[in-house]
Nanobody, 112 residues
Framework: QVQLVESGGGFVQPGGSLRLSCAAS??????MGWYRQAPGKQRELVATITRAGRTNYADSVKDRFTISRDNAKNTVYLQMNSLKPEDTAVYYC????????WGQGTQVTVSS
């Protein structure tokens, strides 16, 4: 079990930016990533990054979001730029895939 400490969510206007961060309690981590769940929708993958730095993004966030990782800190970040109202969701930090460990979730609200 890996405990995750997540921060960075909040309220932002369309076109604004936020950066989420998540620190894992263990160094025994391969894949870290972010998922999100909007009201009335299923949880979906946003982005993942491997220990080697390989990244994958949902099509809806490509070229707007950037995932990065500090292996020494076992911390993953999600830089979110050009935010849209449809990005509004609870964002969850994840390690080692859906069957791994999850953060508590942080609310991101994009609205004017």
């Amino acid at each position: 079990q890996v405990q995750l400490v997540e921060s960075g969510g909040g309220f932002v206007q369309p076109g604004g930016s936020l950066r989420l961060s998540c620190a894992a309690s263990s160094f025994w981590v391969n894949v870290m990533g972010w998922y999100r769940q909007a009201p009335g929708k299923q949880r979906e993958l946003v982005a993942t990054i491997t220990r080697a730095g390989r990244t994958n993004y949902a099509d809806s966030v490509k070229d707007r979001f950037t995932i990065s990782r500090d292996n020494a800190k076992n911390t993953v970040y999600l830089q979110m730029n050009s935010l849209k109202p449809e990005d509004t969701a609870v964002y969850y930090c994840n390690v080692n895939g859906p069957m791994g460990s999850w953060g508590q979730g942080t609310q991101v609200t994009v609205s004017s």
